[in-house]
C-alpha cells in the first residue's frame, strides 16, 4: 500500500497549503479534558514519549519527530512513508516497556493508545505515575471509550466504533503541539479516503468478514477482531458487516464458533512482533488452507482470504489503511 500512502501524503501537503492560514493558534496554558481527567500543558512538548503504535504514528503524520524522545509497542513495522520520522527516534521496545525504560529518557509528555500501556491495571504505568512526576499525559478516547466489566481484559463496546475518536486524538494531539493546521489537514485527508471507499463499496451488504488477529498455536483459540471494534468499523465502511457478534473487543473462539459464523471473507492478520506461531499471515493461510476441517469452509475452498496489518485491528490511523489494504483485494476477488 506505498503508493496509497505518498498519495495521501501528497494530497495532505495540499491541504496544509490551503488550511494554514485559517488554523487557530495555541494558547499557553493549554487544558484539555482526557478520559475523565484534565490535563494541562505550559508549553508544546519536546520530549515525548509514545506508547503505541498509533500514538507514536499520529506524532509522525503531524511532522512531530523532533519533539519526541523515544516511542515503545509496535505491533506492526511503520508505514513505509513513516520510515524516515521513525529512523530519528528510539524504539525503546517492539512490546511492553518497563516504567523505568520511560522515565529513562526525561519525558515532558507520554500519550497511550491503550489502556494496557497506562490504565488502571496496566502492569507498565498508570497515569498517576507521571502525575506525581509532573509530566502530563494522554489515553487515547478510543481506549477509555470501552466499557469495562471485569470479564473482557480489554473491554466491549455496545456500540460501532468510529474514527470520530480518532479525529479527536488527532485534533488534541494538534493543539498541545500548537500544529492545528497539519491535524485539521489530516483529518481532512482521512474523511476523504474514507468517504471514497464507503461509495465504491456501498452495495457489498452481502459480505460478512471474519478478523483473525493471531493464536498462540492451532489447537489454541484465536483472537478475532470483536463485532463492535475496529475490524467491525472496517467491515461496516466495506458495505458488509463483521460476521463475529460479541461486544467483547478481542473474542477469542474456537474453530467450531469460526465455522459456524461461517464468513464471506476470512482476514488475515499480518503481526509482525514474533510473538506468537500464528503471528503472520502467511502462518494463518497455510493453516486455513492445510487443516482437514477448516479447510473445507466456503471462504477458504473459494479463495476469499485476505491480508492486513494486525495494527488495523487496534483503533488507531491504521484502521483505514486496513480497509484500504483489504479493499485492493477484493476488487480481485470473486465475490458472491
Do not use: H
Amino acid at each position: 500500500m506505498r503508493t496509497t500512502g505518498l498519495a495521501a501524503l501528497s494530497g495532505l501537503t495540499a491541504a496544509l497549503f490551503c488550511t494554514a492560514a485559517q488554523a487557530e493558534r495555541t494558547s499557553y496554558p493549554l487544558t484539555i479534558e482526557n478520559c475523565g481527567e484534565q490535563v494541562t500543558f505550559t508549553k508544546a512538548p519536546e520530549r515525548t514519549v509514545a506508547l503505541g503504535q498509533n500514538s507514536a504514528e499520529i506524532l509522525f503524520l503531524l511532522g512531530l519527530e523532533d519533539r519526541m524522545a523515544a516511542t515503545a509497542f509496535w505491533p506492526n513495522k511503520v508505514l513505509p512513508e513513516l520510515e524516515a520520522a521513525n529512523s530519528k527516534v528510539e524504539v525503546l521496545t517492539v512490546e511492553f516497556p518497563t516504567l523505568e525504560a520511560v522515565l529513562s529518557k526525561q519525558p515532558d509528555f507520554v500519550p497511550a493508545m491503550l489502556l494496557t500501556l497506562m490504565g488502571p491495571d496496566s502492569k507498565v504505568a498508570k497515569r498517576a505515575d507521571f502525575e506525581k512526576l509532573g509530566i502530563p499525559t494522554y489515553l487515547s478516547p478510543s481506549a477509555c471509550s470501552t466499557a469495562q466489566t471485569g470479564k473482557d481484559a480489554y473491554g466491549s463496546r455496545g456500540s460501532l466504533w468510529t474514527m470520530d475518536l480518532l479525529y479527536q486524538e488527532i485534533e488534541d494531539m494538534a493543539r498541545i503541539y500548537d500544529v492545528a493546521d497539519r491535524g485539521d489537514a489530516l483529518i481532512a485527508d482521512f474523511k476523504a479516503r474514507e468517504a471514497k471507499l464507503r461509495a465504491e463499496f456501498a452495495q457489498n451488504d452481502k459480505l460478512s468478514f471474519l478478523f483473525w488477529f493471531s493464536s498462540p498455536s492451532p489447537a489454541d483459540d484465536a483472537y478475532l477482531g470483536g463485532g463492535n471494534g475496529p475490524s467491525g468499523y472496517i467491515a461496516d465502511i466495506l458495505g458488509g458487516t463483521n460476521a463475529v457478534k460479541t461486544e467483547a473487543e478481542w473474542p477469542t473462539l474456537g474453530w467450531e464458533g469460526i465455522m459456524a459464523a461461517n464468513p464471506t471473507v476470512f482476514v488475515a492478520a499480518q503481526v509482525d512482533r514474533n510473538r506468537w506461531d500464528l503471528d503472520t499471515a502467511a502462518a494463518k493461510i497455510a493453516f486455513l488452507t492445510s487443516d482437514p476441517t477448516v479447510s473445507q469452509m466456503e471462504a477458504v475452498k473459494s479463495g476469499r482470504i485476505v491480508e492486513m496489518s494486525g495494527a488495523a485491528m487496534n483503533p488507531s490511523i491504521r484502521t483505514l489503511y486496513g480497509a484500504e489494504e483489504v479493499a485492493a483485494q477484493l476488487r480481485t476477488l470473486e465475490l458472491p
